[in-house]
Nanobody, 116 residues
Framework: QVQLVESGGGSVQPGGSLSLSCVVS????????MGWYREGPEKERKFVAT???????IYGDSVKGRFTISRDSAKTTVYLQMNSLKTEDTAVYFC??????????WGQGTQVTVSS
């Protein structure tokens, strides 16, 4: 059974930092991509970052230079280090995985609030 569990969300002032984690279980040998999307007040889920099967990070334009994605070699955990946070980064952050064969799975989401 596939399970993704996020942690690390919270509240921070603009310019601050937060770190998210997502622990994956059930399908590590079939994982192709691991990454993050976010859903803000507009309720549209937008791409944040992903790390490919070869360990290459890819970032959305709005977070380049501020966020860093990484994962462990066993593909059990994916991380998102968020620095220089802005109010527009406020969103629910969802961890996801893409599997070989075309399936995908999502976590339940964790709230990140950036406010002064």
């Amino acid at each position: 059974q596939v399970q993704l569990v996020e942690s690390g969300g919270g509240s921070v002032q603009p310019g601050g930092s937060l770190s998210l984690s997502c622990v994956v279980s059930g399908v590590m040998s079939r994982i192709r991509y691991m990454g993050w999307y976010r859903e803000g007040p507009e309720k549209e889920r937008k791409f944040v970052a992903t790390v490919t099967e070869n360990g290459i990070p890819i970032y959305g334009d709005s977070v380049k230079g501020r966020f860093t994605i990484s994962r462990d070699s066993a593909k059990t955990t994916v991380y998102l280090q968020m620095n220089s946070l802005k109010t527009e980064d406020t969103a629910v952050y969802f961890c996801y995985i893409d599997l070989f064969g075309g399936e995908s799975a999502w976590g339940q989401g964790t709230q990140v609030t950036v406010s002064s």
